[in-house]
């Protein structure tokens, strides 16, 4: 009887020993499980993080190719396509405007002349019925034969020839240069970006327009900046004109994004710098 009862007791403790081990596997298991699950969760984040990165790079965007300089400044001068039909938004800005300046351009090169400006109301297309009220604009200068821009006067500027150090027009490309001296400083306007293409309708990333000179030589200035592409196709950067416009020493700039100018005087720029951004365009058109 008695081993009987041993052997019952045996039993027994043999039966909980065993559940105990399979308990505690089976807790190795789970956790292993919940470990396998968080570090799987890992990888797939990573993964996509990755993926995210390598789909980025691979279409040559980053962040740096959708920054526009100068996106922000002071507009001390309004620049205007004359008799070219807008849309009316700018319209205050011009009215608030009661000097102008034409620049005018002959063969023999540009001149500055003081002129009137009428803002005339006219159909916009996109924007207004046939039947009215017109909402578009127009500014006509009182002295229109080759006339090429209408602007306000400031920082010097007079009625007079212009000395021009880059008169016609120049679309800038990777690797593109322009030299050219000032009152004997040596100035270079130059374009850096990546062209993966000869074609000339190719994208170039991380474009850029800067300037440099001997005076200014260890610290180049951008002037723009613009992602690879707009909305009709790639972007490109022109200098329409380099010239003594402000009536100082240095030269100053008039560049061009597409459609809209932007204006660039010396007399503006601050400690260390050739010139400052102080006049663009506030008349769009299109859709």
């Known amino acids: 009887m008695r081993n009987k009862n041993h052997t019952l007791l045996l039993i ?3 039966s909980v020993l065993i559940s105990s081990c399979y308990s505690n596997h089976s807790g190795e298991g789970e956790g292993a499980a919940v470990s396998s699950t968080k570090e799987d969760s890992l990888n797939t984040e990573k993964k996509i ?9 691979s279409t040559g965007y980053n962040l740096e190719d959708q920054a526009y300089y100068p996106s922000d400044f002071d507009k001390k001068s309004i620049l205007i396509v004359p008799n070219m039909e807008f849309h009316g938004d700018g ?3 011009i009215e608030a405007k009661k000097e102008w300046m034409g620049l005018f351009k002959t063969k023999s090169g540009f001149y500055l002349k003081n002129v009137k400006a009428t803002i005339q109301t006219v159909y916009d297309p996109v924007l207004d019925n046939e039947e009215g009220p017109f909402t578009g604009v127009k500014v006509v200068p009182s002295i229109n034969n080759s006339c090429e821009l209408l602007l306000n006067p400031i920082g010097g500027m007079k009625e007079q020839k212009l000395l021009s150090y880059q008169s016609k027009e120049k679309t800038m490309f990777a690797g593109d240069k322009i030299n050219f001296k000032c009152n004997e400083i040596n100035y270079q306007v130059y374009c850096t970006g990546i062209q993966k293409s000869k074609d000339e309708s190719a994208e ?3 474009y850029k327009l800067l300037i440099s000179s001997d005076k200014y030589a260890h610290v ?3 002037l723009i900046q613009v992602p690879p592409t707009y909305e ?3 972007n490109r950067i022109s200098v329409y004109l380099i010239a003594l416009i402000d009536n100082d020493n240095v030269p100053d700039l008039i560049l061009k994004n597409g459609e809209s ?3 660039y ?3 503006s720029a601050n400690e260390g710098e050739i010139v400052a951004p102080v006049g663009r365009e506030v008349l769009f058109g299109g859709c």
């Open 12 to 14: 027994f403790f043999l």
């Open 49 to 57: 993080e990755n993926d995210h990165s390598q789909d980025d790079s």
């Open 91 to 93: 319209r205050e800005d």
């Open 204 to 206: 170039i990333k991380d």
């Open 220 to 222: 180049p200035q951008l």
């Open 232 to 234: 009709y196709g790639p």
């Open 261 to 263: 100018f932007f204006l």
């Open 265 to 267: 005087l010396s007399t």
